[in-house]
Structure formats: C-alpha cells, structure tokens
Nanobody, 121 residues
Framework: QVQLVESGGGLVQPGGSLRLSCAAS????????MMWYRQAPGKERALVAR????????SYVDSVKGRFTISRDNTKNMVYLQMNSLKPEDTALYYC??????????????WGQGTQVTVSS
C-alpha cells in the first residue's frame, strides 16, 4: 500500500523556521522525483519545490528561492522541506508528491494528506 505521510507543520511567527518531513512507503522511493506543493485558502494547489530521484537537482518557485530547501534521504525513504524566514503568505496546506515517469510516457503519481503551515504573529 502506497503511503506518503507529511509531518512538521504548525504555527510559527513571521521570520521563523519549520522543517517538513514526508515519509514514503509502498513503492520504490529512489525511482521517483519528489515535490512539495502547497494550497492556500481559496487558491489552487501550486508547486513549491522539486528534487530529482537521485537528489542531484532541485528547483523552486521564485517566491521561496533562498528561503526553502528541499532534500531527500533515499536510505530512509524521506523527503524534507526546510523553510526559513517564513512569511504570512507561506501559510498553506503543504503536500508531498511522488512522481514517476516510465518508458512510453506512463506516469505514477502519489499524494500525501498534507500538513498545515500557519505563519502569523
């Protein structure tokens, strides 16, 4: 059974930090690119950060560059999002996503249930 379980969300003051974690099971984690998405109230879900299957390449949405860092540990089937200098506009439900692309263009896509991040004084 495929599972992605996020943790680490919470309430933090502006300028603070949080580290989100996502524990993966039920699939070959090291073959999947991993993403963090977020969805704020009234807005569509949006990609925040991406890391390749081997961890050698990362990318970020412009609004979090220099503040957020995505990383993974393929020995533990974990992906992380270190969030620093948090702003109220970072408030959202954060989701972990695993995506595999196979020969012939077939894809596999798994989602967690999300963890809430609230940035407020």
């Amino acid at each position: 059974q495929v599972q992605l379980v996020e943790s680490g969300g919470g309430l933090v003051q502006p300028g603070g930090s949080l580290r989100l974690s996502c524990a993966a099971s039920g699939f070959t984690f090291s073959l999947y690119a991993m993403m963090w998405y977020r969805q704020a109230p009234g807005k569509e879900r949006a990609l925040v950060a991406r890391i390749t299957s081997g961890g050698g390449s990362t990318s970020y949405v412009d609004s979090v560059k220099g503040r957020f860092t995505i990383s993974r540990d393929n020995t533990k089937n974990m992906v992380y999002l270190q969030m620093n200098s948090l702003k109220p506009e970072d408030t959202a439900l954060y989701y972990c996503n695993a995506r595999g692309v196979w020969v012939g263009g077939r894809t596999s896509d798994y989602w967690g249930q999300g963890t809430q991040v609230t940035v407020s004084s």
